[in-house]
């Protein structure tokens, strides 16, 4: 299996984009559970010394004390690192993980290894505190104990199952590198964003919604979308069915299921290892009568925006909308 598909699916798998339950991602963020600060925190607020020190809770209930506001941050997601730089705060991370690709500034940043990080090397660093996640518990947690051992501080950052739980994954990122306002802003811009796009997509009749199938990974291990992802999430923002909407989780499909399942439009998010995606779906035996191939509605989207639960969520939702519905976004 390729390289990108086994990253993506050690993630996926884990929890990192798995379970999402709600598509009212138009709602206020539900209150932050896995964050608590000390009474001397209460009334701090950004940049301002009377927020520390500051005691939170991390997802592992691990509690983590930072005397004074983080200056020097290593992030060993690529969601962490996009929410970071997203809240004014890139120019404190010092470290990134290998697989870290936005913004471009993180090309000039030290890497600290993949799904197997290098504890030397975050060492080396001096970082005031670590962003780790959940989905590396399991296989890191030797190595994050080391951390810890070094007396460094981790913070590990829950699986959003969402988009409610991402916008709490903000919350939490904001108020580990004192920004607070920025993560109550940030949110409350995706809140509105996903709302406009409800509101545009909304103009579709019950009867011309599209069934699209996602593509995570080409032939022959296809790997697609069922419930309770964030790609099925996304489509139902924008009043779209899923193809696949009666598997559960990120399932393999054989290419007779997909005949089988005819979907309108067919999009792939691997276009970045894959030369030629379209054609990677079109020569496929059979697939010459799948509505999608007869109609010419095979498409593309940044693998990126779809799948890390962070600001750019909002950009993967347009993008796949105006796949879908081109026609609602040609005037603007």
């Known amino acids: 299996m390729k ?23 138009g709602n206020e963020a ?10 001397s925190a209460a009334e701090g607020t950004d940049g301002d010394d009377s927020a520390y020190p500051l005691t939170v809770t991390d997802a592992i209930d691990n509690e983590v004390t930072l005397e004074e506001e983080p200056e020097r941050i290593v992030s060993l997601m690529p969601s962490n690192t996009e929410i970071t730089f997203a809240l004014g705060q890139g120019d404190k991370v010092v470290g990134v993980s290998d697989n870290d690709t936005y913004p471009e500034e993180v090309f000039d940043i030290d890497k600290v290894g993949g799904m197997e990080f290098n504890v030397e090397v975050i060492i080396s660093l ?18 994050l104990d ?50 406009e796009l409800e509101e545009i997509t909304s103009e579709v009749a019950e009867e011309d919604r599209q069934s699209v199938f996602f593509e995570i990974s080409p032939s022959p291990d296809i790997y697609t979308a069922g419930q309770n992802t964030f790609l099925d999430e996304l489509l139902q923002i924008i009043h779209a069915d899923n193809a696949a909407g009666d598997q559960e989780g990120w399932v393999e499909m054989d290419p007779e299921a997909i005949i089988e399942l005819n979907p309108e439009v067919i999009i792939s998010t691997y276009g970045s290892y894959v030369e030629d995606p379209i054609g990677e ?6 697939f010459d009568a799948v509505d999608a191939v007869v109609n010419e509605r095979i498409y593309d989207v940044d693998s990126d925006t779809v799948s890390r639960p962070g600001p750019r969520l909002v950009d993967g939702a347009r993008e796949i909308a105006e796949s879908v519905y081109p026609e609602l976004f040609d005037e603007e």
């Open 146 to 195: 080391q951390l810890e051992g070094a007396d460094i501080e981790v913070f590990t950052v829950a699986d959003a199952t969402d988009v409610d739980t991402t916008y709490e994954t903000i919350d939490n990122i904001g108020q580990v590198v004192g920004a607070e306002e920025e993560a109550e802003q940030l949110v409350t811009d995706m809140q509105a964003d996903f709302a």
């Open 30 to 39: 539900a209150p932050n559970e896995n964050t608590t600060n000390e009474e």
């Open 3 to 25: 390289k990108f598909l086994q990253v993506l699916l050690l993630a996926l798998l884990a929890g990192f984009l798995i379970g999402c339950s709600n598509n009212d991602s």
């Open 281 to 286: 779906v079109t020569s496929r035996d059979g």
């Open 126 to 143: 001096d970082p005031d505190v670590v962003l780790a996640h959940e989905s590396l518990v399991a296989s890191s947690q030797e190595a």
